[in-house]
Every structure is written in structure tokens, then in C-alpha cells.
T-cell receptor, first 117, second 115 residues
Framework: GAGVSQSPSNKVTEKGKDVELRCDPI?????LYWYRQSLGQGLEFLIY????????KSGLPSDRFSAERTGGSVSTLTIQRTQQEDSAVYLC???????????????FGPGTRLTVL | GNSVTQMEGPVTLSEEAFLTINCTYT??????LFWYVQYPGEGLQLLLK?????DKGSNKGFEATYRKETTSFHLEKGSVQVSDSAVYFC??????????????FGQGTTLQVKP
């Protein structure tokens, strides 16, 4: 079956511009996560959705970062006024997990490579 | 807070050698533990997992045992192949009350296997 998909696969933008990154999770997966992979920081958690709500936004590095999820499916990560330090691979993952299900394997998309010039 | 520490790489081995990549963790509660692998040019894939103490996860000849007493989850393989060359990430997640299942990753260990 279809896995997690992300678009675009690559994005090059100029400093100060806004960007939107899209994630399509596996159908039926209620939990959705965004992570960032960069050379200096490794793999970092950004935000967690359960359905359409985001009970954990603790990893968002600044108020320039926001995310939403609609219909319990597709999610968009928006970075406003991009900076060079935002350059990284942004990964999306989904799982069947809820707080009590114990089914917590996350399946990752291929990522979006963001380069801010 | 919760954290994961992996041995630093890169690790370079000859084909058919024995592999160990050390991973230790610090956590409150009872996390699930994972090894993810990232092959060159590809995305993160789950390699194996263990959800409680003394569980052994295994896949593709790799094994790791959840050791609560030493807070470790070392990855082992008896005979590596060139195709095992990749970056390996140890991670934990905690689904306890108030937690979200978010993964906390180690820094990754690059494995290079030479013919």
C-alpha cells in the first residue's frame, strides 16, 4: 500500500521568503509527526498531531514555524521569513498510535530538502 | 529529560565481520526502543523495535535486546554485508499518560562495510 508521501522533494528559496511543506500520511493513521534532520542538530522532533489537533508543539524552534492538519489527514508545515539556519531535511511520519494504544511504530516519508540561500 | 546516546562513528568493517553499535538511554517511565536505518539516498526505515524490558527485536539478521538494568539497546549483527552500509539511529518513544509517542533520536552511527 501507499506509504507516507511528502512534497516537494526539494525546495530552494531565498532568505526572507515563506515556504509550505506538505505531508500525506498513511491512510487511517491518526498520529502525525514532523521532524527536522540537519547536520548540526541531528534528528529533532518539531510537532505532533493527533487527528486535527496538535497537543505537542514543543519542538517548533520559533514562532516563524507553524503547522496545521485538516480532515485528520494531510498536514502542512509553514516556515515564514526563512533563514539560512532553516536549511535541513524536513521529515514527516505517521502512526496508528494513540495515547493508550501502544502501537507506536512510526513510518517516515522521504523528506523535503529545504535550502535557504 | 529523555535522551539517547549512541557510539560515535564512522564504523568501518570488512564483510562478514561482527557488528555492535552501542546505544544507551535516559528516560522516565517505560519507553519503547527502536533502531531506524537510513540507506544512502533513502528515507528512514524501521529496522527493529522492542516495547518492554528483556524483549529482543530482530530483523534482517540484526538483533537488539531491551536491557532495563543497564538502560541499553545495543544493535548487533553476526556477519555484515556491503549492503548494510548505512546510517543507524537508535530512538525511544514514550506512550505513557501525557506523552505523545514522539521519537527522541541518538545522533546516528555511520556504518561502512568494505568487500
Amino acid at each position: 500500500g501507499a506509504g507516507v508521501s511528502q512534497s516537494p522533494s526539494n525546495k530552494v528559496t531565498e532568505k526572507g521568503k515563506d515556504v509550505e511543506l506538505r505531508c500525506d500520511p498513511i491512510s487511517g493513521h491518526t498520529a502525525l509527526y514532523w521532524y527536522r534532520q540537519s547536520l548540526g542538530q541531528g534528528l529533532e522532533f518539531l510537532i505532533y498531531f493527533q487527528g486535527n489537533s496538535a497537543p505537542d508543539k514543543s519542538g517548533l524552534p520559533s514562532d516563524r514555524f507553524s503547522a496545521e492538519r485538516t480532515g485528520g489527514s494531510v498536514s502542512t508545515l509553514t516556515i515564514q521569513r526563512t533563514q539560512q539556519e532553516d536549511s535541513a531535511v524536513y521529515l514527516c511520519a505517521s502512526s496508528l498510535a494513540s495515547a493508550t494504544s501502544g502501537t507506536d511504530t512510526q513510518y517516515f516519508g522521504p523528506g523535503t530538502r529545504l535550502t535557504v540561500l | 529529560g529523555n535522551s539517547v546516546t549512541q557510539m560515535e562513528g564512522p564504523v568501518t568493517l570488512s564483510e562478514e565481520a561482527f557488528l555492535t553499535i552501542n546505544c544507551t538511554y535516559t528516560a522516565t517511565g517505560y519507553p519503547s526502543l527502536f533502531w531506524y536505518v537510513q540507506y544512502p539516498g533513502e528515507g528512514l526505515q524501521l529496522l527493529l523495535k522492542a516495547t518492554k524490558a528483556d524483549d529482543k527485536g530482530s530483523n534482517k539478521g540484526f538483533e537488539a535486546t531491551y536491557r532495563k538494568e543497564t538502560t541499553s539497546f545495543h544493535l548487533e549483527k553476526g556477519s555484515v554485508q556491503v549492503s548494510d552500509s548505512a546510517v543507524y539511529f537508535c530512538a525511544l518513544s514514550d506512550l505513557g499518560s501525557g506523552n505523545t509517542g514522539k521519537l527522541i533520536f541518538g545522533q546516528g552511527t555511520t556504518l561502512q562495510v568494505k568487500p
